[in-house]
């Protein structure tokens, strides 16, 4: 009789461990902002320039399955505009001015959905979405595609986006009394360190 049940026993927790194994573990991480960077880069009628930004905040919600992942649930992630820099004061007064910071204090992404997930490993997976941009106060739906990376307790998103500042009603800053006018378009470089 002991046997028995010492074998149903045995038999029970096996199956609670092949279960536990593969259900989906919804994990929430944020943003460590000293292990990231984000960088806008742009041109000029003089010379390119770049913006790096220096305080990241944010938060991603993911399902894991056997240490990989399988869902993205939520993603928030702000830049404070005024953290901004490219190492000329002058510029980045121009580049404050003209995202209005005084009212707006962060440029913001928050995920509306994810269109494709395509996991290449275990560890490494190409994430195609959509989501809102908030820049000076406007709005705007945006495809964002990137990389995501998942080592342990860090996941790593990597990728760029092109956008037109004018899209956002910002007007390019200019500098010189207008002699030094900037591009319409930037590239947005990042790759944001998302921690437990």
């Known amino acids: 009789m002991n046997t028995k049940k010492n074998l149903w026993l045995v038999i029970g927790s096996f199956l609670v461990m092949v279960f536990s194994a593969n259900t989906m573990v919804g994990q929430t991480f944020n943003v460590n902002s000293g292990a990231s960077s984000l960088k806008v880069e742009g041109t000029s009628n003089i010379h390119d320039w770049e913006l790096s930004a220096k305080e990241l905040q944010g938060s991603i919600k993911v399902q894991m399955e056997d240490g990989q ?56 997976c190409k994430v195609t979405t959509n989501g809102v941009l908030t820049i000076a106060g406007t709005k705007k739906n945006v495809e964002l595609i990137f990389d995501a990376k998942v080592a342990g307790d860090k996941i790593t998103l990597s990728g760029d986006k092109k956008i037109k500042m004018t899209d956002f009603k910002v007007d390019p800053p200019t500098a010189m009394f207008g002699t030094i006018t900037t591009g319409d378009e930037v ?10």
Do not use: P, W
């Open 187 to 196: 590239n947005i470089k990042f790759q944001t360190v998302f921690t437990k």
């Open 69 to 124: 992942l399988v869902k993205l649930d939520q993603l928030q992630f702000a830049v404070v505009a005024e953290s901004l820099k490219s190492g000329k004061g002058g510029m980045d007064k121009n580049t404050y001015k003209a995202l209005d910071t005084d009212k707006h204090r962060r440029i913001t992404y928050e995920l509306s959905s994810v269109k494709n997930l395509d996991c290449t490993s275990k560890t490494s």
